[in-house]
């Protein structure tokens, strides 16, 4: 029950998959990989912070929860603007790796400062924790196999944008838009991000 659920949830259209995909139209495949695993590892924080009961006292605080929310928005609206300010300039060949490694970090950050991710784990893991048995030891195997199907489905999504990118290559003004629109959605999400409110 709780694969099929997993996969459900990792296959659903959401904020990781539309990140992704904007940073492989800005950046192709690679940023787009990158920044995947930086969810995915991203992720894992929040996993390890709800096994240890972090993200618990997150929750229940008003002020915490509101700090993540507008640091996690302001990120993603900033990463946005900066895509759409630089989506004229063709990075060359040899500042790939440095924007693979801030792609890779964006990633982390980005999950990380998430209080949707955590409010996500607080409310699905449980129900498939057996109290009988370590709690503890349950979130963290359950989350990280929620993890990796995460991961997947972001990898699956980063590929299909990547090719759709490769595909404009001849086409230098469809390029420029689509990394414009990468922009766009970011700050879309980082907006969006700003109205989630706290489980009462």
Not at 26 to 43: D, Q, T
Request: glycine share 8%; net charge positive.
């Amino acid at each position: 029950m709780f694969l099929a659920a997993a996969l459900l949830v990792a296959a659903a259209p959401g904020p990781g998959l539309f990140y992704v995909a904007a940073r492989a139209l800005a950046g192709g495949r690679r940023e787009g990989l990158a920044s995947s695993i930086g969810l995915g590892l991203g992720g894992l924080v929040h996993v390890i912070a709800g096994a240890v009961g972090v993200s618990a006292l997150v929750m229940a605080s008003a002020q915490a929860f509101t700090l993540l929310k507008v640091l996690g928005a302001v990120y993603l609206v900033w990463l946005g603007v900066k895509a759409w300010r630089d989506a004229r300039v063709l990075a060359p060949i040899d500042l790939r790796t440095t924007s693979v490694r801030r792609a890779f970090r964006d990633g982390i950050v980005v999950e990380a400062l998430n209080p949707k991710t955590a409010a996500f784990f607080l409310a699905f893991i449980p129900q498939f924790v057996d109290p009988a048995r370590p709690v503890a030891a349950q979130f963290v195997v359950l989350g990280l196999v929620s993890v990796c199907l995460n991961t997947t489905a972001d990898i699956i999504v980063t590929c299909c944008a990547a090719m759709a990118r490769t595909s404009l290559q001849d086409r230098p003004t469809l390029i420029v838009r689509a990394r414009q629109t990468s922009g766009a959605i970011m700050c879309g999400l980082g907006a969006s991000l700003l109205f989630v409110r706290r489980a009462a």
